[in-house]
């Protein structure tokens, strides 16, 4: 999607550079397409719940570039661009095409979070950082596919997990107190497993209590802490770390110091884990 929305930037500055109604019009017709499609982004954001700053600057820029193609439109045909705008815009869309290219393969730096996380796990043993929420569909996907992998390494992985409840999912927020309970009890993984492999429409406050209740968990001190403030504290604390950390999407993982953002197939996953061991054990 960002490589989509360069070249169709830059196209939008190269109709911007010709004279006459046909440019007028294709610069029209690329912004209207721009505008559309950015007012539709930040509204998918909004019910993410999640702004990215970033995505926020693009998807205005679309809408605001089709209200200057309107105005270029209905504005009466007058004298020719003065050569030094003309140059001036050529210049900024080369500076266009290199600055993204140059930002995106530069290597991003650690967030404090996750280093935080790597500098507490054992030396030879790989940390696994994943920012979850229990009824992202792609969440779900991920986990299916990263569990066998994580089991095959379970000696020297650390799994660390962050509940990032999305408010468009309505049992998110109950799931993640559940699992952040289970954890107090040392049933993490036991509870992570089982609220995502149960249907989406049983992690409900009770049904994530039957869930506790299969995998061992006191009900009477667990219920306690699903009702405790310091739970929806720490799942406060969890989203602050994700946004700081630079999260915009989910799944979002870290494998020791390699950053996964959506669902991804069985062998990327494999790789980032088999390169992150391979570090670790050097």
Not at 45 to 55: A, E, K, M, R, S
Not at 96 to 102: G, I, K, R, S
Not at 196 to 224: K, M, N, Q, S, W
Request: charged share 15%.
């Amino acid at each position: 999607m960002p490589a989509f929305g360069v070249v169709g930037f830059l196209a939008v500055g190269v109709a911007a550079l010709f004279e006459g109604p046909r440019a007028r019009a294709v610069q029209l017709g690329l912004c209207g397409v721009a505008g559309a499609a950015g007012a539709a982004l930040l509204v998918a954001q909004g019910l993410l719940g999640h702004l990215c700053p970033y995505c926020c600057a693009a998807d205005a820029s679309g809408i605001l570039s089709a209200v200057v193609a309107a105005l270029r439109w209905s504005a009466a045909r007058g004298a020719p661009s003065p050569p030094g705008l003309t140059y001036a815009t050529a210049g900024s869309l080369v500076l266009a095409l290199f600055a993204p290219l140059y930002a995106g393969f530069r290597a991003p730096g650690l967030p404090p979070a996750i280093g935080d996380e790597i500098a507490q796990t054992p030396s030879g043993v790989v940390t696994v950082v994943d920012f979850v929420d229990f009824e992202c569909p792609f969440c779900r996907m991920m986990h299916a596919e990263l569990a066998p992998l994580l089991a095959l390494h379970r000696d020297r992985v650390r799994i660390v997990r962050r509940q990032v409840p999305l408010s468009m999912h309505p049992h998110a927020r109950d799931a993640a107190r559940a699992a952040c309970c289970a954890e107090t009890f040392g049933k993490g993984e036991p509870m992570a497993n089982a609220l995502f492999a149960a249907p989406v429409d049983d992690l409900t406050r009770e049904g994530c209590e039957h869930i506790a209740e299969g995998i061992g968990l006191p009900l009477d001190p667990y219920r306690a802490c699903v009702a405790d403030p310091a739970t929806d504290i720490r799942i406060e604390a969890d989203r602050a770390e994700f946004k700081a950390a630079g999260g915009y999407a989910l799944p979002t993982i870290w494998i020791g110091r390699e950053q996964l953002v959506g669902a991804q197939p069985p062998e990327v996953l494999g790789r980032a884990i088999d390169g992150a061991l391979a570090r670790a054990g050097s």
